[in-house]
């Protein structure tokens, strides 16, 4: 009998431990689907296989091998870094990206990825830096204008700035029409 006790409460741990994941998951993807302020984060990448159902730990092991053997290979560490955005586990994000930086420092995936992880840490000075080198090197960029707007206004009290890079969404024929509604909201917003 106590065997099927402590069977029992460990397969009700499991349980309760997957809900739990899958809340989490689904509660992270409907907020950056629907928030009032976001800093939004666009790249070139594909989502990576397991994002939207949960960790793929399998994933996470066969890009650690990888990583392994080629400790360098950007690629793989902005997967990785991906993989623990989505789990909003935004220091052992932050890590894989800072190596990423030193290897590509100039590298605007990388920068997005520290952009997004500072502003989530509440780091908003470091996060409007990595904003501000991506425009140096992507000038028309305008979800990094809207991403560094959103920051400066909210965050760092620098309203006249932000207003200039919610301007410069507002004025870029490659924003998309949600991007520039909510720069307008931002801007209507003094």
């Known amino acids: 009998?106590?065997?099927?006790?402590?069977?029992?409460?460990?397969?009700?741990?499991?349980?309760?431990?997957?809900?739990?994941?899958?809340?989490?998951?689904?509660?992270?993807?409907?907020?950056?689907?629907?928030?009032?302020?976001?800093?939004?984060?666009?790249?070139?990448?594909?989502?990576?296989?397991?994002?939207?159902?949960?960790?793929?730990m399998n994933r996470v092991q066969e890009l650690m091998a990888r990583m392994g053997e080629k400790p360098e290979d950007v690629p793989t560490l902005l997967e990785l870094a991906d993989l623990f955005m989505g789990m909003e586990a935004w220091d052992?994000?932050?890590?894989?990206?800072?190596?990423?930086?030193?290897?590509?420092?100039?590298?605007?995936?990388?920068?997005?990825?520290?952009?997004?992880?500072?502003?989530?840490?509440?780091?908003?000075?470091?996060?409007?830096?990595?904003?501000?080198?991506?425009?140096?090197r992507e000038p028309q960029d305008p979800t990094t204008h809207y991403n560094l707007g959103i920051v400066l206004k909210h965050y760092l009290n620098r309203k006249a700035e932000a207003d200039a890079h919610f301007k410069a969404v507002m004025g870029n024929a490659a924003a998309d029409q949600e991007l520039r509604q909510e720069a307008a909201r931002e801007l209507g917003e003094k």
């Open 92 to 136: 052992r994000a932050a890590l894989f990206l800072e190596r990423a930086g030193k290897i590509a420092p100039e590298d605007p995936r990388v920068l997005r990825g520290l952009g997004m992880v500072h502003f989530e840490k509440k780091e908003f000075d470091k996060a409007a830096a990595a904003f501000a080198k991506i425009l140096e």
């Open 1 to 56: 009998m106590p065997e099927k006790s402590a069977s029992g409460r460990r397969t009700l741990v499991l349980v309760l431990a997957a809900v739990l994941a899958v809340l989490f998951v689904t509660s992270f993807w409907y907020r950056m689907e629907h928030p009032s302020l976001r800093v939004e984060m666009r790249t070139e990448r594909q989502t990576p296989p397991g994002m939207g159902q949960g960790m793929d």
